[in-house]
């Protein structure tokens, strides 16, 4: 698993990357009430707002931390948001992204250098 | 506030203790949230009883500097010094009662929202217990003490602890130390003691539930504060889940559902208009307020079932046939009833229950229904059972 610095995790098999956000974020937003997806076959471009997540409170955006075409949204968080607060790291996923090229995913973190990084903020 | 060092309240150290998470708020460091998160905060407020730091906000007294001694025409003095600024009716409170009443301009539109109260003991007549916002109190306590003049006296309490205690388990809990708030109906208030200092106990709330807010000063806040988190029926709240209390009892938040250009009218609020100053027009903006109560209204505050997305502020309202007619002014998660509710403003014509409408959400047309309002009943507990 990788990880950008707007606390998006990307995990890869082949050139698909299944997207969807930290469980430091997750804490961070508190209760997550509804969660707005890209449609399948949507472009995504790295660093632009991906997706919506909104808590009781706000609504904050979640971006494409990688450039390819949206294959698959997480249908089971528009029934269930709060399963981004639960399985963060897992049944929460958000999208899965098809690469334009999958050698962007070496530009992102690793687990340990994105504690090191939570542990600066 | 850039620049400005954060106010903090008497129980940021129980704040702190707590594990709240605090944000800035009118000046003010404030918790937002405790670690049980805005959600369950909420639901506890209105299955048992919230307890909420409101200390930022501003809590006065108004004093005749010379009383007579008459308690009901000691009363008619101080009321006919602040009534040239409120569309209220002060004269006319009974000891003990507080009015929800308006700040208002020459225009008709409001300064701010507020309650001003009479005490019930004869020797405090003369006097009223006033609370108002705390990002307009600097402006209101200057109008209301400018407007006092030389003749009465403003005391600022905001130094103090402003604790509010609501749900339907509030009472129970609160009557076990301050036996007197069992006796109060809702919009009354009384003084009692509490670990040796006065406290000013007001059965009123902004959340729609039953409750209570105690005024204490900063000495005792923080022993308050414990005794009361020490009932386990009591979990400490903070102004996340205010806000989404408030937004469910259909209340207005002053500086979003109400402004400096909004009228009492518009605003749904035509019950603060006093039936004796309106017709007197001795108030300001009361031409206004009198020709939109004769039907020349030209927007209104309603409540809006949304469905899909959440509607926050700003995102506009539009007609059946697509035309923008309105802006939301409050939105979001309703978690009483687990979906989205708004409340913003729209032509009179299409504020009736029932109207469908819709929201525009990051560019997309959401459905919304007009329904009345509050969205989640009131509780209040108007008579007390003997």
Redesign the interface.
Known sequence: MRFTKDHEWVEIDGDVATVGITAYAAEQLGDVVFVDLPEPGKAMTAGEPMAVVESVKAASDVYAPLTGDVTAANGELTDNPQTVNDQPEGAGWFVKIKLSDPHQVDALMDRAAYETFLATL | MTGEALKTTPLAAAHAALGARMTPFAGYDMP??YPA????E?LWTRAHAGVFDVSHMGPAFLDLVAPSGDPDADHRSVAALIEPLVCGDIRGLKPGQIRYTLLLNAEGGMHDDLMIARPAEVSRQGGLYIVVNAGTKEADFAAIAAAAGNAARLTRADDGALIAVQGPEAIAIVADFLPAAADLEFMTFTTATFAGAPVTVARCGYTGEDGVEILAPASTAATLWDRILADSRAQPVGL??R??LRLEAGLPLYGHDADKTVSPIEAGLAFAVSKRRLKAADFPGAARIAAELAGGLTRVRVGLRVQ???A?EGAEIAAADGAVVGVVTSG??A?SLSA?VAMGFVPPALAAPGTFLSVLV?GRVQPAEVVPLPFVPHRYVRKIKS
């Open positions: 937002v949230q998160g805005i959600l369950k909420h996340g889940a806000d989404s899909g997305a959440p926050r979001g998660f978690p989205p990051r």
